[in-house]
């Protein structure tokens, strides 16, 4: 391995674990804790609401007696008017009589919805129902397609400007998107903030994630990296608790994105990684980041720190640094880097395996996640409690598991069981309700595990002088993942009850398969350079023999 590898670990261990990092994780854990309410918060915020449709506002006398208007449950029956030509030509707007709404739909001039479950939703706020029911999915695609984006942009943006210059313009923006979203009244505005939340949460993500895992201890890097996850979970689980108390997707919303301003504040005491800033060869600015490190940790050096800086900035990382800078003058240097990675046969290696292995775990994951209002239709805040819950435990139970037996084993080991669970509840009987429940969230708790495992296993696949555009490529692939995932959930469930399940089922085991010949990472320094990683792949394919 290079000696910058080396020896930056070793400086970190001089100076030990402490304040100094706790504010670094500390800011990505607030990061993912903003992520829940957007991921996997449609079924709160865009939750359908069962309605019933009229030619004329319905009589007075209906709106003021509930008993009536519920009808032993038929009331509300989601049915559709067949209506003239010529009528729909010749609808004017008229006021809303009682719970009845005007909605301008030919099919649905009026509409009623039944409150029992959420008092408004997006769905019923922009009447996403009959002709205009193609919008519904949109909610959750512009928001993946935003992020799928954003992952083409952060690895640059990460790599250029900073860590910590990533966190800020995406909290930011963040919170400015979310409050233009929650202030005009305009479906059209609802899904380009959606679009651009997509793209500040990535722009926040795979930095503040890059800067938690180069300022951790070696030692620990595992730990703190299968951890960071717990915030999502414990987040989807108190969205959960709030959605069920709110009932309404502003309030909802506006709880939710609460992390964000306290991250915005925190990002004022953040530094920027010094592992970075010596790879940009800004030497000065690392020993005073370290310089602090050291005050903060309470540590004692044996080496001068300036010393020990410099001695890393001038190792073999250095060379390859100054060439790329001077690349980057050259309107062809970004083609030339490509091809430089193109032809290592390790990353070419890696490229080629994860795209499907990160584009099929974001798939099941999101699909399960989301699919509350396709399994059940009256315990939404349950499914959504329990997925939390589940991935909290896939955090807490996969993180001493993968210490011991490895990135690869987890990863195949989770994506293969939780297939193999989704597809077998679908062959169980709807009487055995709690069974089906037990498949699911045990399918679930195993795709978490991998899932958790693949964003610390991803990064360290790839060298530090890409390690954030490379995790930028593979959050772009899975983004592309969550992106096809209401194409499933929304439409070809509601019509083919067996499709998702066997989908999910033989995606996983085939998804699985991929992780297979990739090397492994456990309790290996990171890769700085290309050459690292070309001989971290030979060290993984002599392993086997040297073994036997």
């Not at 009959?130 to 952060?154: A, D, F, H, K």
């Not at 651009?196 to 890097?221: C, D, H, K, T």
């Not at 955090?395 to 011991?404: D, E, H, V």
């Not at 693949?454 to 490379?470: D, H, K």
Request: with cysteine; charged share 15%.
């Amino acid at each position: 391995m290079g000696a910058t590898e080396d020896g930056f670990d070793d400086l970190l261990t001089s100076i030990g674990f402490g304040p100094w990092q706790i504010i670094g994780i500390s800011a990505t854990l607030l990061v993912v804790a903003q992520i829940p309410i957007h991921q996997v918060g449609s079924p709160f915020l865009n939750g359908p609401m069962s309605f019933r449709c009229s030619p004329t506002p319905p009589s007075e006398e209906l709106s003021r007696v509930p008993d009536l208007r519920k009808a032993n449950g038929t009331y509300f029956n989601n049915k559709c008017l067949e209506v003239p030509m010529d009528f729909r030509n010749n609808i004017a707007s008229i006021s809303s009589n009682g719970t009845a709404h005007f909605t301008g739909l030919a099919s649905c001039p009026y509409v009623e919805y039944d409150t029992s479950i959420f008092a408004s939703t997006i769905y019923s706020d922009w009447h996403t129902i009959c002709e205009q029911e193609y919008m519904r999915p949109l909610y959750q695609m512009v928001y993946n397609t935003g992020g799928l984006i954003g992952s083409t942009m952060c690895g640059h943006i990460g790599d250029k400007l900073g860590r910590k210059a990533s966190i800020l313009i995406g909290s930011v923006g963040h919170l400015i998107a979310v409050v233009l979203m929650l202030t005009i009244p305009s479906y059209p505005i609802v899904l380009t903030m959606r679009f651009i939340l997509g793209v500040m949460v990535s722009v926040m993500l795979l930095p503040s994630w890059s800067l938690a895992l180069e300022v951790s201890l070696p030692n620990q890097r595992s730990l703190v990296g299968m951890l960071m996850g717990l915030p999502y979970s414990f987040f989807t689980s108190v969205n959960a608790g709030v959605a069920c108390y709110l009932r309404t997707w502003e309030y909802i919303l506006a709880v939710g994105i609460c992390p964000g301003v306290i991250l915005i504040f925190l990002v004022l005491f953040l530094d920027e990684s010094p592992r970075w800033l010596i790879q940009r060869g800004r030497e000065e600015e690392a020993i005073q980041v370290l310089n602090r490190a050291v005050k903060l940790n309470k540590s004692k050096l044996s080496t001068p720190l300036d010393f020990t800086v410099r001695k890393l900035s001038q190792a073999g990382t250095s060379s390859e640094r100054r060439t790329a800078d001077g690349e980057e003058t050259s309107s062809r240097s970004a083609l030339r880097e490509l091809f430089r990675y193109i032809r290592s046969p390790a990353m070419r290696l890696i490229i080629i395996l994860t795209t499907p292995l990160w584009f099929i775990q974001s798939f099941l994951y999101l699909s399960v996640s989301i699919n509350a209002n396709n399994f059940t239709t009256t315990s939404p805040f349950l499914y959504l409690a329990l997925t939390g819950a589940m991935d909290a435990s896939a955090i807490i139970l996969s993180t001493p598991l993968a210490t011991r037996l490895g990135r690869k084993t987890m990863v195949f080991g989770g994506m293969f069981g939780g297939a193999l669970f989704l597809l077998v509840e679908q062959f169980v009987p709807t009487d055995f309700g709690w069974a089906k429940w037990v498949f699911v969230m045990v399918g679930f708790l195993l795709i978490g595990s991998a899932f958790q495992v693949n964003f610390i296993y991803g990064p360290e696949l790839f060298p530090t002088e890409v390690r954030t555009r490379g995790f930028g490529f593979l959050n772009l692939i899975s983004q592309a993942g969550f992106v096809c995932t209401p194409i499933v959930t929304e439409s070809l469930a509601k019509n083919v009850w067996w499709a998702g399940g066997v989908l999910f089922g033989i995606a996983g085991m085939l998804g699985s398969l991929t992780v297979l010949p990739l090397p492994e990472t456990r309790n290996m320094p990171l890769a700085e350079t290309l050459q690292d990683a070309e001989n971290r792949m030979k060290k993984s394919e002599d392993k086997p023999i040297s073994d036997s």
